[in-house]
């Protein structure tokens, strides 16, 4: 929800780097970093997020790559490109949506089970493991965009609200 609400300034920030082909593992770990950390990416070695962090040289350095081959920029678009494709283009919204489609259809075909006796039974267990597995699989590849960066199509604010109001409404209550 934070990420969310957090108004965007505008600036794109940009990562581009030229590590050598003959070190993959660095190319590999630099490649992961900016995955966890939500980049999106534009090209190979052109990643783009629309946040900002002091920590990313520092954290590019622990990587075992030379920071004098990976360049962070502050930049603003001024081409014809909007920021809705630049979106579109950096990020994979359509397996994010789909991630997130699965989990929406699993809550409403698999409501959570109540055992009546306060103990968590193997059903329970089991419908737990595949809500997360699920939740995690969408929550892993969402980018969480300011709101106005947002594609109208994203269903990720959907299955959070829809996931808030079934461990509020169904699962809290009845173990």
Known sequence: QVAWSSAWDGKWRIVSFDLPQDQPSQRYHLNLWLKQQRFGRLQGSLWISHRFSQDWHQAVSQIDANPHDVIFLDSASIGKMSAEQIVENAWDFKKINALYGDYLQFLK???????????MTESQVNWFRSEHSLWRKAYAQDPFLSKELLPSSYLGRRAFLARQEMFKTKVLQRT
């Not at 075909?109 to 103990?119: C, D, I, K, L, V």
Request: neutral net charge; without cysteine.
């Open 109 to 119: 075909t698999n409501p959570p089970a109540h055992s009546g006796t306060g103990q």
